[in-house]
């Protein structure tokens, strides 16, 4: 057996890019368990008694895995996301904050799920209303006037407020529409912002992920620590 | 069928409740399901064929049962409490802040899993580190070098703090020790305090709960959600 983790927006995705690698191994049974927003695959050996074969014929699939994965493969081990980004921002001395809007804690309870996370995280701000936005995170309300709660420049600036009123390194944040309501014919349902904050500047970066509110939210999170993770690496 | 749920510590506590008046009724098969801190009861019918003896047997089990345990059966429908709150807060036209510690953004998401949230809930703070606790929410340092983080006082000023930065009617906040580490003699693992703020005051409440990190997490948050509930009665 073997087995690694990908982070991906939907099972059907990622099968269309490993597909044309697993049908090369009939001898090797490739099952995929997936949860919204992170999937797993899990390789196991059907070829017969040889164990030397076994063990090649593993390697090499999951190696041109790796290859055609690239980044996104996040880990071999039975390890969520959360504890991979505490293991970089703990290597790095790096400390985290987050602003979370439409995920409402749930980012933050990924993140504190882990033992000793105190050590490298600070805390965070459910900013679910607009003056929360202002008022504890500094997001100037004409931008929410102009953009939207739900945009780029709020992102941005969540997570710029987030990292400088909690004396953060980094800082992660999220602005979306979970449903049922809330959703428009530019921004539908689904649509989430993710923003990020570092000594260097800003960064955001949008989605639109599938599912109802309980898959949305589970699924953006899922794919903004996924997108931390990334800016850690 | 006939089912309630109620908010517990344990299963055994409720059992030792409920056990004296649910034997009386041996035709009737009472089975309990329980997550950490919120336990459902179920009453099947197993008497026979007669409909109105079913129905009246289970009215008179369920109307004893709701004698016995008061406020702390907290609904006969198929809710969460965080439904159940969110109806009490949007009956009374309330608007709700959270101050979390231990549980990281947990109470958070409970709260926004619940489509129309936003009408109510306006934000929290996730103060993992005391830091947090002193600039985003006021806690005077002098207090958490006096009384520790995890203490009654600092849960109190936590409540007070959110109240007032987010501009709510009401706050309620949580610290403790979700443990592996960080348990000593005189506060163990388990122990947690909820603070609550409204317009007349404060108050804060201590208690010792079981389990590994995940389990304590997942009972505090429930535990502290139904204190609030049992506050806006």
């Not at 890019?17 to 090797?28: A, G, L, T, W």
């Not at 996040?74 to 985290?96: K, N, P, S, W, Y």
């Not at 980012?107 to 929360?132: C, H, M, W």
Request: charged share 25%; aromatic share 6%.
């Amino acid at each position: 057996l073997r087995q690694f983790k990908v982070a991906s927006e939907a099972e059907s995705r990622l099968d269309a890019r490993i597909e044309s690698i697993y049908k090369e191994y009939p001898q090797v049974e490739t099952t995929m368990l997936s949860s919204p927003g992170v999937i797993s695959v899990y390789h196991v050996w059907r070829g017969g008694q040889d164990p030397s074969e076994a063990q090649q014929t593993l390697e090499e699939l999951v190696k041109r895995m790796k290859d055609r994965l690239g980044e996104a493969l996040f880990t071999e081990a039975e390890e969520t996301l959360a504890e991979v980004i505490g293991r970089l921002l703990r290597d790095r001395g790096l400390t985290l904050a987050l602003a979370e809007s439409c995920t409402g804690g749930l980012i933050g309870e990924r993140i504190t799920d882990v033992p000793g996370s105190s050590d490298y995280f600070l805390g965070g701000v459910i900013s679910y209303s607009n003056q929360v936005k202002s008022e504890l995170l500094g997001v100037e309300p004409v931008l929410l006037e102009q953009y939207g709660a739900v945009s780029a420049p709020v992102a941005e600036e969540m997570a710029k407020g987030a990292r400088e009123r909690l004396a953060a390194d980094l800082a992660l944040s999220i602005t979306g529409i979970a449903g049922p309501g809330g959703g428009s014919a530019e921004k539908p349902v689904g649509t989430v912002f993710f923003g990020y904050a570092d000594s260097q500047g800003v960064d955001s970066t949008r989605l639109l992920l599938p599912g109802d509110r309980a898959a949305v939210r589970m699924r953006s999170a899922n794919m903004a620590l996924d997108w931390l993770r990334r800016k850690l690496l």
